[in-house]
């Protein structure tokens, strides 16, 4: 069986070839990100460990088991845009101990042995590009704090690209020329996502709108 380390090598390679190969500037973002945090993985393995009574003594915590971070909160100022992560005891780490590699369209984050356990955060594709040398982080107490330097002092809508999209299609289903067609949209989207109860009180209406429809096509006086 291949070792932890040269089934990341080989992960390294092939996203390296894919870069190689990679011409649109979205793409080539997330593929150094993940380049990076490849090379991060590799450097953080344990080397071979020193024969003798060393090996007691140099043992560090253990931290091969990686923690994906999802909870954060974010905030953002005319120059940037930051991101506030909480983890217990991370300010009693060393500071090399919490790294942060930024490119213009995407930061990743490593918590390396924090309570015998390692925590890391890829944000990818940006909304806006920041600038990497202006972009840094803090540590304060149980809490990471990643600040984006804008390269423009505009107003972030939110964090990345996908989101952004993502919202403009759900605003493009209601807002449209035709108040009966966003109606419409809206309640096909309720539909779709809600419950049992919610699926029939719609159809009720649906049918009571029609009976309605209906009768108002007949004229009045026969």
């Known amino acids: 069986m291949a070792s932890v380390q040269e089934e990341l090598q080989k992960d390294l390679e092939e996203v390296k070839e894919l870069l190689n190969k990679a011409t649109r500037k979205r793409i080539q973002d997330v593929l150094m990100a993940e380049e990076h945090k490849i090379e991060t993985e590799i450097k953080n393995q344990p080397g071979p460990k020193p024969k003798g009574d060393a090996v007691e003594e140099e043992k560090p915590p253990a931290g091969g088991y990686t923690v994906k971070i999802n909870n954060y909160g974010w905030d953002q100022s005319d120059k940037f845009v930051k991101i506030y992560i909480t983890l217990n005891g991370v300010h009693k780490l060393p500071a090399e101990n ?125």
Not at 208 to 213: D, L
Request: net charge positive; hydrophobic share 30%.
């Open 98 to 222: 919490v790294q942060v590699h930024f490119s213009e369209r995407s930061f990743d984050l490593l918590v390396k042995h924090l309570n015998g356990r390692n925590y890391s955060m890829t944000f990818n594709n940006l909304l806006k590009p920041i600038s990497v040398d202006g972009s840094s982080r803090k540590i304060k107490t149980d809490m990471i704090l990643v600040l984006c330097k804008k390269k423009q002092e505009d107003k972030w809508e939110c964090l990345t690209r996908v989101e952004k999209e993502s919202k403009d299609k759900e605003k493009a289903a209601y807002d449209t020329s035709d108040p009966g067609e966003g109606l419409m949209n809206l309640l096909k989207k309720m539909y779709s996502e809600g419950d049992d109860d919610m699926k029939r009180t719609i159809n009720k209406a649906w049918v009571e709108s029609r009976e309605k429809q209906s009768k108002g096509d007949i004229p009045m006086d026969i």
